[in-house]
């Protein structure tokens, strides 16, 4: 995790010459982001790793901005200097549990790039289910013909089945 800050500053998230918000965070660190451009997977270990911190609080912030390329990017983003005390065996005090618990998810990522794989999937079939129904039905038709499912079909807002699953697929991609 980097703060905000030095993301700017590398140029990494683009940089201070670009942008025109509030500098308050600049001494937040980056957990997550997602933009309007993000696919399904990002949406949800992005909502799936703020719930495992907790939700929004005074230590967990998301922050929006607009953004020239992308519309727009959110931003998971946790407060350093939110301690708290708890006791170790060895006496010492551990510090800031919301940047330990994010950086051990992040590390979870390294090995498999999902936090929660059945909400992934939830969200992956949403938006095929909705790219279905907001279809014309010539589309809709044109995609029975190539999958080889009955073009009358095309005619309900469910997903039709075929045997090798190719058109749930193709929707679940694009």
């Known amino acids: ?42 949406k949800s270990n992005f909502d799936c790793g703020l719930e ?6 005074d230590a967990v912030q998301v922050h ?38 994010a950086d051990k998810i992040l590390s979870r990522l390294e090995d498999y790039p999902v936090v929660n794989e059945e909400h992934w ?4 079939n949403e938006q095929a289910e ?10 809709r038709v044109e995609l029975c013909q190539r999958f080889g499912v009955s073009v009358f079909a095309a005619r309900h807002n469910w997903i039709p089945q075929d045997d090798c699953g190719d058109l749930y697929e193709y929707l679940r991609t694009e």
């Open 130 to 139: 909705q790219y279905w129904e907001q279809m014309r039905l010539s589309e």
């Open 64 to 101: 929006r901005f607009g953004h020239w390329a992308v519309g727009w990017i959110e931003e998971i983003m946790i407060d350093p200097s939110d301690w708290f005390e708890t006791e170790w065996r060895s006496g010492a005090w551990e510090h800031n549990w919301y940047m330990l618990e």
């Open 52 to 57: 495992l911190l907790g939700g929004e609080s």
């Open 121 to 124: 999937c939830e969200l992956e």
């Open 1 to 42: 995790m980097r703060a905000w800050n030095d993301a700017m500053n590398s140029g990494c998230l683009d940089n201070w010459d670009n942008y025109m918000g509030s500098r308050d965070h600049a001494n937040l660190f980056n957990f997550m982001g997602q933009s309007r451009d993000s696919d399904c997977l990002e």
